[in-house]
C-alpha cells in the first residue's frame, strides 16, 4: 500500500492544530509585539490582522477570530488562532485587562514567538 505524498510533509502537518503554520505564527506574534510596545493595544491591533485576512477572503477560515475577538477580547482570539494555549490566553487576558503595560505584554508575546520558533 503506497502512503499518500501529503504524509509527513512539515506545511501540511504544521497546519493542522490551526489556520497558521510555524513560520507564520511567529511571524505574527513579533508583528504584534512590534505595535504592542509602540502602545497600540493589543486588541486592535489583533482585530486589524482579523479584518485584513477577512479582506482577503479568508472569512470561513476567520470568521470564528472575529467572532472571539469580539465577544472575550484578544487572548480569545489568539487562542482561535492556535497561538496560545488556555493558560496563555489566561495570562494575557489578566496582562492586557489588568497590568496595562505595554512592555510586559510586547515581551510576553516576542517570548511566544520564541517558543513557536523553537518548536
Do not use: C
Not at 501529503?6 to 509585539?33: C, N, W, Y
Not at 479568508?58 to 496560545?84: F, H, T, W
Request: proline share 4%; net charge negative; hydrophobic share 45%.
Amino acid at each position: 500500500m503506497v502512503a499518500p505524498a501529503f504524509i509527513g510533509e512539515p506545511s501540511f502537518m504544521a497546519k493542522q492544530d490551526g489556520l497558521l503554520d510555524k513560520d507564520e505564527k511567529v511571524k505574527l506574534l513579533r508583528a504584534f509585539a512590534f505595535q504592542v510596545h509602540r502602545k497600540r493595544p493589543l486588541d486592535e491591533v489583533v482585530m486589524e490582522h482579523v479584518e485584513q485576512e477577512l479582506q482577503r477572503g479568508r472569512r470561513r477560515e476567520y470568521r470564528p477570530v472575529a467572532e472571539a475577538i469580539n465577544a472575550d477580547g484578544p487572548a480569545a482570539a489568539m487562542k482561535a488562532l492556535s497561538l496560545v494555549d488556555d493558560q496563555a490566553a489566561a495570562i494575557l487576558t489578566v496582562v492586557t485587562e489588568q497590568a496595562k503595560d505595554h512592555r510586559l505584554l510586547s515581551d510576553i508575546l516576542e517570548k511566544l514567538a520564541d517558543f513557536w520558533a523553537e518548536a
